[in-house]
C-alpha cells in the first residue's frame, strides 16, 4: 500500500480530533510545559517508537536518536540534549536502548561500506574490536551481531556516565539513574542489561559487572 504525504495530513487530522475527544485537555497540557521523568537515548530505526513502547504520552519522555544508539563525547548534539534533559527538565531516568537486529550493528560488525555512516559506526566498531576474540566464538551471526547489540548498549552507558554533564549532576547531588536497556523487534519485550548506574563512583564496576553477564550467558 502506497502512502502520500496527503494520506499524512489526513490521519493527523483524524489523531488529533481523536486525543481532542478521548481528553479535551490532552493538547492543552501539552502546551502548558514538558515536565518529562524519563530519557531515551535509542536507534533511529522507525521499529522502535520509544513512547509506545514504554506506554507513555507525548510529554511524558524526551527522546534523543541515532543510527545504533551511540553516545560519542564529541557529538554536541548528543550531549546538548543530555544536558537539556538533566539540567532543564530534570528528568529522574535515562534510558539507552537498543534492539536486536539493529542494522548498524550488522553493518559495523560485517565492516560493510555504506557511505557516510561509515565514520559513524566506527565507534561500534572500537566496541567489537575490543571484544573481537570473545565475539569469534559465537559462531552464528546473528547471535554475535546480538551479543554486539548488548555490549554496545553498555559502552554507551558507560559514556553517558562519563559525561561532565552526568559527573556534575552527580556531584550537585542530583538524582538521576542511567540505565542499559535492550528491546525485541521479535516480541515487543524490553529487558534490563543488569547496566543501571545511580552514581558516578559505580560506573565501572556495574560496567564490567554487566559485560561479564554478557559473556557467561555467551
Avoid at 14 to 40: G, I, T, Y
Amino acid at each position: 500500500m502506497t502512502i502520500s504525504v496527503q494520506d499524512l495530513l489526513a490521519r493527523n487530522r483524524a489523531w488529533s480530533e481523536k486525543e481532542r475527544e478521548r481528553d479535551p485537555a490532552f493538547f492543552s497540557r501539552l502546551v502548558a510545559q514538558q515536565h518529562p521523568e524519563f530519557m531515551w537515548i535509542g536507534c533511529s530505526d522507525s521499529r522502535v517508537p520509544a513512547n509506545e513502547i514504554i506506554g507513555l504520552a507525548p510529554g511524558e519522555v524526551f527522546v534523543h536518536r541515532n543510527v545504533a544508539n551511540v553516545v560519542v563525547h564529541s557529538d554536541l548534539n548528543c550531549l546538548s540534549t543530555v544536558q537539556y534533559a538533566v539540567d532543564v527538565l530534570q528528568v529522574k531516568h535515562i534510558l539507552i536502548v537498543g534492539h536486536y537486529g539493529c542494522g548498524g550493528v550488522k553493518a559495523a560488525m560485517q565492516d560493510s561500506r555504506m557511505g557516510l555512516v561509515d565514520n559513524w559506526l566506527r565507534h561500534v566498531q572500537d566496541v567489537r574490536d575490543r571484544y573481537r576474540g570473545w565475539l569469534r566464538e559465537i559462531e552464528d551471526f546473528d547471535q554475535r551481531a546480538d551479543r554486539l547489540c548488548e555490549l554496545n548498549v553498555i559502552e554507551q552507558t558507560l559514556n553517558v556516565c562519563e559525561t561532565t554533564v552526568m559527573r556534575d549532576a552527580w556531584a550537585r547531588g542530583q538524582q538521576v539513574v542511567v540505565h542499559g536497556w535492550m528491546y525485541s523487534l521479535a516480541d515487543g519485550m524490553v529487558r534490563e542489561l543488569g547496566a543501571t548506574i545511580e552514581r558516578d563512583d559505580d560506573a565501572i564496576d556495574v560496567y564490567e559487572a554487566a559485560v561479564a553477564g554478557i559473556m557467561r550467558r555467551g
